[in-house]
């Protein structure tokens, strides 16, 4: 095998490798929150717990006004 393909069999390995961590990470996080909002009970609201995020758009820059 040339060096080359050395390099880039590498390089492709550990991107797949990182991009399935970061999948599994995300997925078992996902399951951790669903799994404490279905056992916490009707008492409990999912909006405190986990409030929802919010973001400027990129276009109006926080004010309705502006274009």
């Known amino acids: ?3 080359s393909q050395a390099i880039a069999l590498t390089a492709l390995t550990t991107t797949l490798a990182a991009g399935f961590t970061l999948y599994w990470i995300s ?4 399951k951790k929150r669903k799994d404490f909002v ?3 009970g009707y008492e409990m609201a999912y909006d405190i ?3 929802p995020r ?10 309705r006004s502006s274009f």
Request: glycine share 4%; proline share 4%.
């Open 54 to 63: 919010y973001r400027r758009h990129k276009r109006h820059n926080g004010h």
């Open 27 to 30: 997925r078992r996080n996902h």
């Open 49 to 51: 717990n986990y409030p």
């Open 1 to 3: 095998m040339k060096r």
């Open 38 to 40: 279905a056992n916490a």
